[in-house]
Structure formats: C-alpha cells, structure tokens
C-alpha cells in the first residue's frame, strides 16, 4: 500500500487527479477505461480538478465508463441527495464521458436483486481500472459497515447510527431524512478494481485512517481490507495522517520512489 501524505486538502485532490488522469490517457481507442466513481465531499475537490483538466487541458473522457461505489435505497436519481445525481452534479454532466455513468439501483422493489445486476454490469464492463474511495469517520467504505464480508459483492446494507449522523448535514440535519439503507459495491467487488485510491482529509478521519493502514484487517474497519489489494494508494492531508505511527517512513519511501513509476503504479514507457 503506498501511503502519500500532503500538506492540504487541494494537494490531496491533485495528488489524487494525477493518477486518474494518467488511467484516463493510457485508454487505448476502443479498449476503454472504466472508472469508479466516491460520492462524500473529500473527492469533489479531485472531480473539480479533473473537470478543470478536461477543459484547460483536453483531458478527454469519451469512451469511458463510470460506476457509482453506492446508491442510497428509496430516493429517486433525481433526487438531489441522490449518490447518481451527486456524481452527476459534481463531474460527470462537466466532462465528455457521453452518459456511461451507470449506479445501483435505488428505487428497485427488490433492491438486492438490483445489486446483483450491478455487481454483473461491472464485471460485464471488464471490471473496474481505478476506483476512488472516501472513508467514513467509523472506517466504512463505499456503505460497508463494521461486520460487512470481506470478500462481499454488491449489496444491501443498514446504515451505521454514527453515518447517519455523519451525513445528516446532507439532509439539513435532519438524521430521520436520512435513508437507513443503501445498495453497496461489497468489499470483494470493490478489491476486484485494478487500483484503489483512498482520499482521507481532516482530523476526524485520523483513526480511521491509522486502523485502515496500520491496524488488523478486520471487518471491524472494513476499509482495513486495502491491505489486500495489489494495488491502492491512500492519499491524506496532515490532519488525516497525524495518527500514522510510520509517517516518516511513508515521505521517505516516497521521495526514493523510483522516477520510472508513474502515478499510476505503472512503469512509465518510452
Ligand atoms: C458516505 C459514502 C462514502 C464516503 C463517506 C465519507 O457514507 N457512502 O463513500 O466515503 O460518506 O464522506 P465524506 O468524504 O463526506 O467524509
């Protein structure tokens, strides 16, 4: 797991923008990309950025596709606090990516049904390349709680009380608007993507942050299983990594990084 620490959330963002960009222009013609796609407001600062890329830069994202980590179960997509809306609010409706942005299934009478559909479309799709991750302040993913599997694939789960609090100030701080449920990518499903990239800023994510990497991997903080992964690269800011026992040793292996390694974890060609 490579561990990047910034000084400040935008450099979080560009941290997290740099390698994205670089899976977006590797897609060869005709072979794709396909993305995964956090909602929560750590990543949006990333999504600006990429926006910004895509119309100062020509960072063009025609062909690709995207899938949505999670949907909340009973709110419309165009419900406003919908995760489909939110994605398409915050990125997708500002960059060329053609309407291939695809999300579990909220409104399905039969939401675990319509997880598993899901589950098979991104399979179908070849699996995803990079997946951006945020983490809740109790170490879930995506919306795996503690004792979700580790090796689940898409499907319901009930809220924690603590993320219903934690994102009541979506709902005007109401915590009864809040869904109790959501359709999940599983913490399988989601070790399946090529390359895992966690975005983690401020104080309150410090715990959860130095159990995710330097903790067990346990379902207690499902986001502990990034230990698994071949590939996932955790990028924090002061605050979030100020619990890390070995934050010197993660800026020191940075700086030796080797300089044929692009930001993807991939060597860089000729
Ligand atoms: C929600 C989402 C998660 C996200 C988390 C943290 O619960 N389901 O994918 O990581 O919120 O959000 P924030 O970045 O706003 O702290």
Same mark, same amino acid.
């Not at 600062?45 to 179960?73: K, M, N, V």
């Not at 898409?154 to 809220?159: F, G, H, P």
């Not at 942050?209 to 903790?215: I, P, T």
């Not at 990028?235 to 619990?243: G, Y």
């Given at each position: 797991?490579?561990?990047?620490?910034?000084?400040?959330?935008?450099?979080?963002?560009?941290?997290?923008?740099?390698?994205?960009?670089?899976?977006?222009?590797?897609?060869?013609?005709?072979?794709?990309?396909?993305?995964?796609?956090?909602?929560?407001?750590?990543?949006?600062?990333?999504?600006?950025?990429?926006?910004?890329?895509?119309?100062?830069?020509?960072?063009?994202?025609?062909?690709? /596709?995207?899938?949505?980590?999670?949907?909340?179960?009973?709110?419309?997509?165009?419900?406003?606090?919908?995760?489909?809306?939110?994605?398409?609010? #915050?990125? /997708?409706?500002?960059?060329? =990516?053609?309407?291939?942005?695809?999300?579990?299934?909220?409104?399905?009478?039969?939401?675990?049904?319509?997880?598993?559909?899901?589950?098979?479309? =991104?399979?179908?799709?070849?699996?995803?390349?990079?997946?951006?991750?945020?983490?809740?302040?109790?170490?879930?993913?995506?919306?795996?709680?503690?004792?979700?599997?580790?090796?689940?694939?898409?499907?319901?789960? /009930?809220?924690?009380?603590?993320?219903?609090?934690?994102?009541?100030?979506?709902?005007? #701080?109401?915590?009864?608007?809040?869904?109790?449920?959501?359709?999940?990518?599983?913490?399988?499903?989601?070790?399946?993507?090529?390359?895992?990239?966690?975005?983690? /800023?401020?104080? #309150?994510?410090?715990?959860?942050?130095?159990?995710?990497?330097?903790?067990?991997?346990?379902?207690?903080?499902?986001?502990?299983?990034?230990?698994?992964?071949?590939?996932?690269?955790?990028?924090?800011?002061?605050?979030?990594?100020?619990?890390?026992?070995?934050?010197?040793?993660?800026?020191?292996?940075?700086?030796?990084?080797?300089?044929?390694?692009?930001?993807?974890?991939?060597?860089?060609?000729?």
């Amino acid at each position: 797991m490579e561990i990047l620490i910034r000084d400040t959330p935008e450099e979080v963002a560009l941290a997290a923008a740099d390698i994205v960009s670089a899976y977006v222009r590797r897609a060869l013609p005709g072979a794709g990309c396909v993305l995964g796609l956090a909602t929560g407001s750590t990543p949006v600062a990333t999504y600006q950025e990429l926006i910004r890329r895509h119309r100062e830069e020509g960072l063009s994202f025609a062909g690709l /596709t995207a899938f949505c980590l999670d949907e909340y179960i009973g709110l419309p997509r165009e419900h406003q606090e919908s995760y489909f809306r939110f994605i398409r609010d #915050n990125f /997708t409706a500002h960059i060329d =990516i053609d309407d291939a942005v695809f999300s579990p299934d909220g409104m399905d009478p039969q939401p675990w049904k319509a997880a598993q559909r899901y589950d098979e479309a =991104i399979r179908e799709a070849g699996g995803i390349d990079v997946q951006i991750l945020g983490i809740g302040s109790n170490g879930h993913i995506g919306f795996n709680e503690p004792g979700s599997p580790l090796r689940g694939r898409t499907r319901v789960e /009930t809220l924690h009380p603590q993320t219903i609090r934690d994102n009541a100030r979506f709902f005007e #701080n109401d915590v009864e608007d809040v869904p109790t449920h959501a359709i999940t990518q599983g913490l399988g499903t989601i070790l399946d993507a090529d390359h895992l990239v966690l975005l983690a /800023t401020g104080e #309150n994510k410090a715990y959860a942050v130095h159990s995710l990497v330097e903790g067990p991997i346990t379902t207690s903080i499902p986001a502990s299983m990034l230990q698994l992964a071949d590939k996932a690269t955790v990028i924090v800011d002061e605050s979030a990594a100020s619990m890390l026992r070995e934050r010197e040793y993660y800026r020191h292996r940075e700086e030796l990084r080797p300089s044929w390694l692009g930001p993807d974890m991939r060597p860089i060609e000729d």
